[in-house]
């Protein structure tokens, strides 16, 4: 499907729900070798994956440094190809070349560090960077330059420099570019361990907004809390999926994400603290916001209990 035309489609939300349960990414026993000098004995980074990824769906991939994340995020979009196995993005095979623009189109990629992925000296010409290498044409091209800006809410700043930018705002204007492409997947891979807590924020309501408008998100990262309220988290450890399922299924598994080596979020492990000394706290409080105002509700009940 060539996106042409305006602005990134509000109805996509609609076409998500019509074409439900379709899984825009399927990975099917999937490994991935790197290749070294020929004395050295390789493990593969990814060792027997399957997985498939639902259109519209907001996927999180955590897991230990070295696990496969970076590795399993190139392979979806055709930077790395398969050693064996198969990974298809929208019904192309990564490896079939006659396709691997299909791909790319289809797959944008946000990576940790906005300074390796802002190419120009004026924020407007690096949005326009990739729709030009896609031969758009120029009005075309202006459009979606003033869309992708205005949907990271950086289009006043169009004219600037983007090294007078915040951490945050940079990462912004990657991911217009991103957007500029008009992508159906967005891989984020630990977009936000370079970003100060602001920037965090600025970046993770931005995905969560993509989310809504019905882009396919999967998000890499090492912040716990930012898994809390996506769909689906899998969990990689030594290239293979460890645990995968819905953020109130995983961190209910709190001794087995500990052993792969991994923080809980915050109000988790408070919680699993409280319930170890007796306290009942319901499985599904996964944020502090939520544990406070439990933590509350009891209290009070607790106090209008004594008092009667
Ligand atoms: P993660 O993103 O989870 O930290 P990676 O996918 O980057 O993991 O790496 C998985 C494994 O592949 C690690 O053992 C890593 O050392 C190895 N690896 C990653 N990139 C390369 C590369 N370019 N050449 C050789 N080995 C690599
Ligand atoms: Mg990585």
Known sequence: MQHEGNPLPKNRKKETERLAQDSIIQIHDLVYTYRHREEEINLPAINGISLDVERGSFTAVIGRNGSGKSTLAKSINALVLPTSGSVIVDGFKT????????????????????????????VEDDVAFGPENLGINPDEIRTRIRIALESVDMYEHRKMAPHLLSGGQKQRIAIAGVLAMHPDIVIFDEPTAMLDPGGRKEVLDIMKQLHEEGITVVLITHFMEE?????????????????????VEIFARTEEIEALGLRLPFAVEIAAGLRAHGIHVPQDILDTDGLVKYIVSESDTEMKRSKA
């Open 227 to 247: 898994t809390i309220h996506c769909d689906r988290i899998v969990i990689l450890d030594k290239g293979r999926v460890a645990i995968e399922g819905s953020p």
């Open 95 to 122: 490896d079939e070349e006659a396709h691997l623009w299909d791909v790319r189109q289809r797959v944008g990629m946000v990576f940790q560090n906005p300074d390796n992925q802002l190419v120009s000296a004026i």
